[in-house]
């Protein structure tokens, strides 16, 4: 069992949790995600790495409340403890060598944009931070994007925090005046990451995306996060929890993937309401 020791509220959706789990802080880095159970009936979910403290050997997670599970998961209280806590998995984003990068995060994939940035920062390098969310109720790890950030520029899609606009309207503004970027790196929806790409490949600057499709074990033996990406003309399948979660962002299929994604949407809805009831029952009962 693995205890809770913080449990924050990020904002309406978006929770924090800190978990104790010293041997898979020991090992974790930026870019990696652990696979988790609430309790030993639970579904397996995957949540990226949102930091870590080797010393104190704890892993961050943040997560939005979105299905059965990160509900379930939300109603758990500091003190308490989950079932699973498997990690790290999939491969730690490569970040050697850059001197000057564009970190790009959009809504709760602020959550795995953050560690990238902050350790780019550890490691010297100039980082332009540029997040986006829907509205100021929305925004997560401001503070911590400021700190480790050359530059942040703050978006969102009705103007109520930051600039009004696109992440994409922010970085076409700084490539356009005259920043050169080793590397984009960008966290969030997959239509956000797919116009990002559209954008960085028009001035030729390599970029990196995070991939989250479904997944089951985290091995690569189920198949559930096959991604289909184009190399040298050829349709490629790769898996993300094995060969990524990073992938180059010009050769990933994001049409695919977002077809994918949908496809269990009604079922994750239906069952997120059926949680909801389920506590709403224990909580009147009470």
Request: proline share 4%; charged share 30%.
């Amino acid at each position: 069992m693995y205890r809770i020791v913080k449990k924050k509220e990020l904002n309406p959706t978006v929770t924090l949790m800190e978990i104790e789990a010293p041997a898979v802080a020991r090992k974790a880095q930026p870019g990696q995600f652990i696979i988790l159970r609430v309790d030993e009936s639970g579904e397996r979910i995957p949540l990226t790495v949102a930091d870590y403290d080797r010393e104190r050997g704890t892993v961050t997670i943040i997560f939005q409340i979105v299905g059965a599970t990160t509900e379930k998961l939300n109603h758990k209280a500091e003190g308490e403890s989950i079932q699973d806590f498997v990690g790290p998995l999939g491969v730690p984003t490569h970040t050697e060598g850059l001197n000057k990068v564009a970190v790009v995060g959009g809504g709760v994939g602020c959550a795995i944009a953050y560690p990238v940035a902050k350790k780019l920062h550890e490691q010297g390098c100039e980082v332009h931070s540029i997040v986006g969310f829907r509205s100021k109720d929305l925004v997560i790890l401001e503070r911590e994007f400021d700190a480790v950030s050359a530059k942040l520029c703050r978006m969102s899609d009705d103007g109520s925090w930051g600039e009004k606009g696109l992440v994409t309207d922010a970085l076409r503004k700084l490539i356009e005046s005259g920043e050169k970027y080793d590397r984009v790196i960008t966290i969030g929806p997959l239509i956000m990451m797919k116009f990002v790409c559209k954008l960085t490949k028009e001035f030729n600057v390599p970029t990196t995306v995070s991939m989250n499709p479904i997944m089951i074990d985290g091995t690569g033996m189920c198949g559930g996060c096959r991604l289909s990406l184009i190399q040298d003309g050829k349709r490629v399948t790769k898996f993300a929890c094995v060969d990524g979660p990073d992938f180059d962002g010009f050769e990933v299929d994001f049409d695919e993937a977002m077809a994918r994604g949908a496809m269990y949407r009604d079922f994750e809805r239906r069952a997120h309401e059926e949680t909801c009831n389920l506590f709403k029952g224990v909580e009147n009962n009470a």
